[in-house]
């Protein structure tokens, strides 16, 4: 996918809504006008994917005219090429697009954090999230990059007397969003059964995102999911944003979901071996499982930090939502102290100042996300902290916790510094969780991270790792081996092992994207930094609106924006069209080629 400009004209939008007295033939019509792709469809819709309107017409072919909308939204003149406009249908509101002389209308809000895609960025056949990265398909609606589980409604589109006009199912209109249509198991089993054709080891983004895949590209044979953690799976990434939110608020599927795509789900389950040869996997608990495909996508474990006094009560490393929930009534009113300047521990020593009395940031650089975005980032970023009453302790170490009846009370530091401390946060990074695949037979690198191939395919047949424990071929990067640990990058990675557990040879081809949020404020970031030996920044870093462009040897491998939106989106849809930005490009200060004014 590469960039797409377009030079639009203001439009004047005009509704007109009108009540339909009968059902329509355009109910077997796709989108854009072509035969409804149900009829050549498998039932999980592998051969074509399908809106929640097409779905209803098919499950339900008595559907009731008052369940549909019909809107005049504009004028064939009033969109140009390469434009989208967000109109209003009376009952909700949707995404007109023009493409190629064609329109087409899906969702307008991103299904992940319902970011409006009006500004985001349209190119080839798709819309790409202004918040973070997600892609979905314009014809279709469906997802095809990452991050988010669920796809847009498509609705109809028909010209009649240059006026265009869009019918929808008032549903759709409302949810704007869309689950792919999956099969079932049809394998007679029952849950004591000791053998699984797939086993997921994992249910972070990238172990639910296979599972799914595997049920909506017709897989129908056995799939379990287990997971050491109690929960179904959740957002992660709000941990660490939004302490007090629990793990139903949080929670990515219910079980309902599970069971009705018979995705079976083993929670509080651990796994101590796993042996390649026998294609077994051994839980705690001493439950033995045979599979035939298995996925490892076990995620990350916090690095312990060394230091006196590990008896002490109420430190945390925030790893569940029940540690973010404790952690947030500990801080009311009360001294906080947050160790590390990662990513979790800044969004975390931002979520507590309006509730603790105080804020303790200690690092062992000098600058925060130094490494990451570069001095000059990492100091406006820190400045924005200080003015929100956070207090950095620099260059420093802990070397101590001390307690009161077993409470925490203080920590120290190894330059003698002493901290009122109520609570404490340790965010000092993470490494993979693959200690249990230790005698397994899969390959592991020195760090413990799991080698793949651009197919997710470990060194062991019919094993597959994704997420956190892996390094992968980068394809923007010359297929360096990397490691990136990002929400959405897990999602790709579940997405191309289901395709290649069924066969359907994939090779993973993405942008890694991320983003932050802090004080209401979001960094957002595409690429891949490592290694960069210049930062090109555009913008007022003082203001907080920028943009920064990462360099090495006169070449731009990554960007980060805060308030600049969609420039990252932008770029992204640059870098994975396979087109390189050179330095030169970015240093003039002219980025009216990246960004779209097109949209509003």
Known sequence: MGGCLSKPKPVEVKVELSLLEKEKEADVMSPNGKVSPFSDCRPNGALGHCSDEDTSAMLRPYHKPRDYVEASVCHVKDLENGQMREVDLGSGRALLIKEHGEFSAIGHKCPHYGAPLVKGVLSKGYVRCPWHGACFNIATGDIEDFPGLDSLPTFQVRVEKDKVIIRANKQALQSQKRTKAMSRCSAVINSSTSFSHVLIIGAGPAGLVCGETLRQEGFTDRIVMCTMDKHLPYDRPKLSKSLESTAEQLRLRSMEFFQTHDIELLTEKEVVSVDVRTKTVTFQDGLKMEYRKLLVA??????????KGKDVGNVFYLRTPEDANSIARLANNKNAVIVGTSFIGMEVAAALTDKAHSVSVIGIEAIPFRKSLGEKVGKAIMKMFETNRVKFYMQNEVSEMRGHHGQLKEVVLKSGKVLRADVCVIGTGAGPATSFLKQSGVHMDSKGFIPVSKTMQTNAEGVFAGGDVVTFPLSTRSNKKANISHWQMAHVHGRIAALNMMGTTTEIKTVPYFWTAMFGKSIRYAGYGEGFDDVIIQGDLDELKFVAFYTKNEEVIAVASMNYDPIVSRVAE???????????????????????????
């Open 574 to 600: 640059v870098f994975g069209s396979g087109k390189t930005i050179k330095k030169r490009d970015v240093e003039t200060g002219d980025m009216s080629w990246l960004i779209d004014k097109g949209t509003q």
């Open 298 to 307: 076990t995620g990350s474990r916090p690095k312990p930090l060394n230091y």
